[in-house]
């Protein structure tokens, strides 16, 4: 009697740990990554890193406690009140950089390709930016303060053309141009023979350029 009531002691406490370690894990991807907020001080844009650890603690722990662990205008601003945390209680996911990146590209065209793009996801590879003048940029390369001035004077670039276009930028050397193809008109010009014999070429279907071994 005694050891079944052992047994159900611990399979309850299993459980309420299972359950709390879920919520914890839940809430740090939550607020995990960087996020963009407008300085109630400044009154401009600032990239803000919450203490994700503090406030998954804290939620699995019944409470809610939202403090930064990293802010743009640190250190010398880093005895402010952290007022913009309001901002981020009221929409986080909306404030995740991530996600604005995503939300930006989506309905969007790639301005190589014009492939519309869809939803991205975390392990998709991610696309990229195209200045006015041609220059690409990574999202990992968007400082965050910057970002609404990138997203108003860049065009989204997928990753396949990304790729093509920043090595035909990096070694023009080895592209070989071809006469575009009325089917393929939206598509690239550029063809590969490039080191290992790897190809890219228009898919014949209307997808995307596929690596290709010809
Ligand atoms: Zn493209």
Same mark, same amino acid.
């Given at each position: 009697?005694?050891?079944?009531?052992?047994?159900?002691?611990?399979?309850?406490?299993?459980?309420?740990?299972?359950?709390?370690? *879920?919520?914890? =894990?839940?809430?740090? @991807?939550?607020?995990?990554?960087?996020?963009?907020?407008?300085?109630? $001080?400044?009154?401009?844009?600032?990239?803000?890193?919450?203490?994700?650890?503090?406030?998954?603690?804290?939620?699995?722990?019944?409470?809610?406690?939202?403090?930064?662990?990293?802010?743009?205008?640190?250190?010398? *601003?880093?005895?402010?009140?952290?007022?913009?945390?309001?901002?981020? $209680?009221?929409?986080?996911?909306?404030?995740?950089?991530?996600?604005?990146?995503?939300?930006?590209?989506?309905?969007?065209?790639?301005?190589?390709? !014009?492939?519309?793009?869809?939803?991205?996801?975390?392990?998709? #590879?991610?696309?990229?930016?195209?200045?006015?003048? !041609?220059?690409?940029?990574?999202?990992?390369? =968007?400082?965050?303060?910057?970002?609404?001035?990138?997203? *108003?004077?860049?065009?989204?670039?997928?990753?396949?053309?990304?790729?093509?276009?920043?090595?035909?930028? @990096?070694?023009?050397?080895?592209?070989?141009?071809?006469? *575009?193809?009325?089917?393929?008109? #939206?598509?690239?010009? #550029?063809?590969?023979?490039?080191?290992?014999?790897?190809?890219?070429?228009?898919?014949?279907?209307?997808?995307?350029?596929?690596?290709?071994? #010809?």
């Amino acid at each position: 009697m005694i050891t079944a009531l052992y047994v159900v002691i611990g399979t309850a406490f299993l459980v309420a740990l299972l359950l709390a370690l *879920r919520g914890f =894990i839940k809430n740090y @991807v939550k607020w995990r990554g960087e996020m963009l907020v407008t300085c109630p $001080e400044s009154e401009k844009p600032t990239g803000v890193v919450l203490n994700a650890k503090h406030a998954a603690v804290t939620a699995a722990l019944g409470g809610h406690d939202l403090i930064l662990a990293n802010c743009t205008r640190w250190p010398e *601003r880093q005895n402010c009140g952290q007022e913009c945390l309001s901002q981020i $209680e009221s929409s986080p996911e909306g404030c995740l950089i991530r996600n604005i990146l995503k939300s930006w590209y989506l309905g969007r065209a790639c301005v190589y390709c !014009g492939r519309k793009f869809r939803e991205i996801h975390w392990h998709d #590879h991610k696309p990229a930016l195209r200045s006015k003048q !041609g220059d690409f940029v990574e999202w990992s390369q =968007i400082p965050a303060e910057s970002l609404p001035d990138v997203l *108003r004077t860049h065009d989204p670039v997928c990753w396949n053309c990304f790729i093509a276009e920043n090595f035909r930028l @990096v070694h023009p050397e080895l592209v070989t141009d071809r006469p *575009r193809k009325p089917a393929a008109s #939206h598509y690239p010009t #550029h063809t590969w023979p490039l080191q290992d014999g790897l190809n890219y070429e228009p898919d014949p279907d209307g997808e995307a350029p596929l690596p290709s071994n #010809h």
